[in-house]
């Protein structure tokens, strides 16, 4: 197929190929924007590698040897690091790579250079084909106007030969010989003009068709087929500017990746242990053992490095701090098992991660792997200080474990005033009670109690009567102590610290007073309440992280004996005892039966009291010490709301309308 055999628009066709060369002036004009680009790209990078190289050379043997000082003043040594060396030829291959892309743009510029010389000229002929087609269609027109021409003179001439011939005939009537002759001589003269023009007219008719078909058939194919050739060539000359530019760049890209190969392959040949070595060899220095610590007697005082165990009071303190350091040493060896379970957990959880990156991201698993280990470490630290002080005691004093009975302690803020048991002194406020016998004391005579719990509580009528009630602050921090005589505090053990529960979140009653009962509250009381409690199952299986926790099965049915209470746990009853577990672990039955607790009253006296007592009167000041507690002054109005933990009340204050808990001792009911 050709543009001649089947076109016959030559405007149309001249208008295709003005945008065939306008296309070829937009890849030039991409290749030369490219070109623009990659020298603005190698002015950065030629900025970026000056940069650096000159900070390698202030570095100078740092990556080698550090920042220690050459014998001599020395600048350089023998054999740099692998590292060093790497590096430098990293630098070395990044200049030469900027020397290839110079070359490149160089290649580029010339490809602009060309592609705008082939366009002229590619233009140049198509502007001879489209002249060429205006001449010849000039020819012909030119032709067809003649014949128009001849066309009118030959009518003119058979006008004129009619109007003679008229006026000949109306002149032969009653005219002379000599008049009639000359007529008709001038009517042959213009019958001869007649058919001379008739036979221009003809023949400009002949030529006329000769031209436009000639012009038809021939000329306009011609320029059809010469534009169609422009137009492959056009093409073809695309093809071949492209693919140099493709390959311009695939040289480029196949130099800089030739570099990037024998820099990954000198990169293959650090040698690491080689480079520690010669870092050691240059800032290996003689060792200095820490120094030990020694006693400092103080002359007055005639003191030795031995620990005083002369007198009873010496040797209660040190059993006492004993027993508090074991009591610290057990929680601490719990909290080092725990910590190692879950290292090995995660050990094997970055085994799996590294196999398969897909699971999750190795890097972040190993650095919880570090900070595991630091936090083994740091307990491991104070098992060795309790160990140490616990061989220490028992090396002075003995071990006569049969002859302490140790003192349960727990703290207790004494609301009246009382007296210590130990010292006779006034005690106020903060103090410790024992659970088992009712011994109380200073907290700072605490380590000076001798071990000798009776384990029997003293009758009524011989204790005091003070009305104390114990201090949720202070519980918790309790049951994890110095373990050290002297003013020192331990860190916080890692089960205490990952614990996000408060103090009342246990299941224990932090205000329970084994004193008295005779004020205990209605509302609390459980031993006569019939109690309906929910049933959820485990969706999934749970091991416990602390003590107070416990191992869920998934499938397990479970007791909820304490709802979630916005810190995300919820107390349970199940095969594996009674504690706490996430509450995202746990999902309804589906049995209409496990319903919310359904509090019953069993005796009418108790279900009148709950009709009637509404309202109470606050009997000692109060100051919240957590977010939901309520600061009440004496003799304020509250009304209850609900029972909380075991010991709390929910109420109102009548006097500013603050809702929050209060100690259910400090208040007395008022019957309305």
Known sequence: MSFGNELQDIQAVNNYLLNDLAFIQDFRDMVKERMMIEKDYIHKLENLQ?????????????????????????????????????YDKFLKKFDESLKDRNNYVEKLNTLTKNIKSSVDKKEE??????????RINSEVSNVSSETDKNEVRF???????????????KNEVGSNDDKNEKSKKLLDQSIIDMNNK???????????????EKLTNVENKNILDNMQALHESIVEYYKSICNEYLENENDLCQTIESCNDEVVESNNQINIPSDIALYIQYNKKEWKQPE???????PLWETQD??????????????????????????????????????????????????????GDPDEIYQKIIDTKKEIAVLQLEELKCEVQINAITEAIGSDEMLVVPHNFKSKNFIKQTVCSFCNESLWRKGLSCKECNYVCHIKCELNVPPNCTKQKLPKSKRSNSTSVSNPSSERSSTYIASSITTSNLPTSSSMMQSPRSPMKSGKNPFDDDDDDSDANPFSSSSDLNINLPVMVAAYDYTKQIDDEVDLHAGEEVTVIENDKGDGWIKVSCSSGTGLVPANYLEPVNNTNNATSNYTTTTNYRTSFLNNIKKAKVIYDYTGQMDEELTVTQD?????????????????????????????SYVEYIST
């Open 50 to 86: 000056k940069k650096y190289s000159q900070k390698s050379e202030k570095r100078g043997l740092t990556l080698s040897v550090g920042s220690v000082k050459l014998p001599n003043g020395d600048t350089v040594i023998p054999n740099s690091s692998t590292y060093q060396n790497v």
């Open 125 to 134: 002929i198509r502007k001879r084909h489209m002249d060429y087609s205006t």
């Open 155 to 169: 009518r003119e001439a058979c006008n004129n030969t009619d109007t003679i011939k008229k006026k000949i005939e």
């Open 198 to 212: 008739k036979n221009i007219y003809v023949l400009s008719i002949k030529v006329s068709n000769a031209y436009n």
């Open 292 to 298: 030990v610590k020694t006693f400092a007697p103080i």
């Open 306 to 359: 031995n620990i005083y165990k002369n007198d009873n009071n010496a040797v209660t303190f040190l059993r006492n701090t004993s027993l508090k350091l074991q009591q610290n040493l057990s929680t601490v060896k719990d909290d080092i098992v725990a910590k190692n379970k879950e290292l090995d957990g995660l050990n094997n959880v970055y085994q799996s991660y590294k196999a398969t990156p897909s699971f």
């Open 636 to 664: 304020d109005i509250v009304t209850f709301i609900e029972n909380s933990e075991p010991g709390w009340i929910k109420v109102k204050n009548e006097k500013n309308g603050n809702i929050g808990l209060i100690p259910e």
